[in-house]
């Protein structure tokens, strides 16, 4: 079977339909949420960030599978809805992936940027940001760029694989090590080992994770004695997971303006992610090939 595009929506639709309820009869509702999840998985997939860009590029591409299609603000407002049905859907495929039951945790942090000049944030609750994104963004600092950043920071757990595992959006000063203790029980059955950088590091942190019967491994700090476990190359995959979901699936390019809307943003691009990699999985090519789905 070959992998491409529709191959993959076909799957989304598939699962989608047959996972969430029945709506009730609606004169105005002309596509399903699940019709609604294809396309949000379609416009990641496609990297188009503009819903009015991806609507009238699918009303040329994708009229056949989807003749009702609805306009840009029919689509925002759906997309805006159906928050809980994305992550629903994804955590039903991410559950059928391997990664999603490894004994390897990777777990790290990203930022999520709201506002990049002085100008925009000092305005935020006006007219850039509403009052919700604004009162839960703050200034993080980027270890990765080396500079400040105002907005959120994406936690998560992921398998070896890319199968996401655990979420949380949070405010960017929030510390990683406090929001990983809230992550962890929700994806730890014991054994597993948890594969961190050296924002994790301290002894309460590692003891919390051994009483959830996992152990934490991450690079020593300068003033720490070397371990001698190689675990670089497994770091790095982490960091091509956040990759991937930031450049091909547009995530560092949200373009979201309410907190509400950053959520569903950030499930649409880790659902379209965990798409791929279940799909990937069930045709036996690697898990985070997604060049066949985005040609």
Known sequence: MIADLDLLLTMVFY????????????????????????????????????????????????VAWFPALVGQSGFHKRRARLTGALELVMSALARECPGFFDEL?????????????????????ESCLDDAIAN???????????RYFYGMRLHAAFGPDGTPRALRLTGADRPERDVALEL??????????????????????????AQLG???????????PHTGVPIARIRQRIESIFWTAKDLLTLERHGARTLHNLRARVLQRLLALTACVYLNHWLGRPSRALADYTA
């Open 15 to 62: 699962t989608a339909d047959n996972l969430l309820p029945a709506c009730k009869a609606n004169g105005r509702r002309a596509l399903s949420d699940a019709e609604v999840i294809t396309l949000l998985v379609a416009q990641a997939i496609m990297g188009i960030t503009s819903d009015r860009r991806f609507v009238r590029l699918a009303r040329r591409q994708l």
């Open 105 to 125: 945790v990777l777990i790290d942090s990203t930022p999520v940027e709201c506002a990049r000049s002085r100008e925009t944030v000092k305005r935020a609750g």
């Open 136 to 146: 839960a963004a703050a200034y993080g600092y980027c270890r990765s760029h080396s």
């Open 184 to 209: 962890l029980p929700t994806t730890l059955r014991g054994g597993e080992t948890v594969i961190a950088d050296k924002g994790y590091a301290g002894q309460h942190f590692a003891t919390a994770v």
């Open 214 to 224: 996992a152990i934490v491994i991450r690079p020593a700090r300068a003033n720490e």
